[in-house]
């Protein structure tokens, strides 16, 4: 199977590293990938967003599956244009991807559905998000309602900062503070069916003790040896299917990942936000774990034939992934530094490039915010976690900050 991956990612890595491992893949592309990609994969220039480019590549290179990684493609309708172009995509219509890209959909959705989530009002007024403040009570929780790449959410007990939030984006999601550990599940669907990954933990502040301002996710770690029995079906049968369903009546089926990233309240599984792809960089550790083939798994989402296929099996053992980002992330990274110790050193441990590029040289320089991440994997998660900050060690990137907690506590 010839499969080209959209995307530039350390999602799109881990993606193109599981593809890679595959017997059924015979040729894998990316686009437009990074420095790591390009070692796995062959990498394309085009840009992702535009769904002319994507297609004509993807024709060209008689693609036989496109997966496309990150939302903002996704939300750019590129899937719906492969489609169209008579090419199996892995990846949401357009509207069906609105379940990332408007928090107000996704609640919209939730309720028609009776996924249970957080009590939450659509505000656009100043005198709006102070009377849903006021209902909700602190700890605040203010959304952006448009794509912000993890970085639209505000939770805070200072009333004039959730205020000041909402005053800064166009329309908001105020929302009830939700209170539990909390899950990320990703299940693959197929427009009308739908199967669930192992479930994995992220971190998303940016310093240790969770402690610093939200980012896309510092690290990740599955499987949850503390995660209640049976949560997956729960989630899977309260959540997952519900809203696959609703999708489907609305006549946007749903055929991608649906990653459901959930509190785990004192009253069940609550969901805190839906997102069209996979999650970055629990994705890492999830597909480290993966034992099926995951083209296959993928290209029967595409093509609605996942009621044929198998339950996905796990391997055993744990995978720990750490962030490396890049100083001054998340506010405004600083790029183009060299990095140094990205050759494997450690046994079970690899390195995962997200914002990476080539200079002209050809070494490694910083081109993103998270800028790569180390994958350690073990019999348990503290061997995993071992592997995973022994090769952190060896990485040097002037300025970089990484958490020293992932996955310290499980
Ligand atoms: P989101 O972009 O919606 O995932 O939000 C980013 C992070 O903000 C989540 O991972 C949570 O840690 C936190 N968060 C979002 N919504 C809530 C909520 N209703 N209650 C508590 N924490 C929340
Ligand atoms: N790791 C969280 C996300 O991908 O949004």
Redesign the pocket.
Known sequence: MRVLVIGSGGREHALCRALGLDPAVSELHCAPGNAGIASVATTHPVVPTDPEQVVALAVRLGAELVVVGPEAPLVAGVADAVRAAGVPCFGPSKEAALIEGS?AFAKDIMVAAGVP??G?RVCVTPQEAEAALEAFGA?Y?V?DDGL?A????V?TADRAEALAHAAACERVVI?????GP?VSLFALCDGTTAIALQPAQ?F??AYDGDQGP?TGGMGAYTPLPWAPEGLTEQVMAEVVLPTVGELARRGTPYTGVLYA?L?LTQAGP?V??F?ARFGDPEAQVVLDRLETPLAGLLHACATGALGEEPAPRFRDGAAVTVVIAAENYPADPVKGDRIEGLDPAVKDAYVIHAGTALDEEGRVVSAGGRVLSVVGTGADIASARAAAYAQVGRIALRGSHHRSDIAARA
């Not at 993890?150 to 959410?153: D, E, F, H, S």
């Open positions: 928090k989530t957080a939450a700890p929780v959304k912000a993890g970085k639209g959410v939770v929302e009830e503070f939700l209170d909390e992220d998303k502040r939200n990233g509190a609550r805190i936000e997102n």
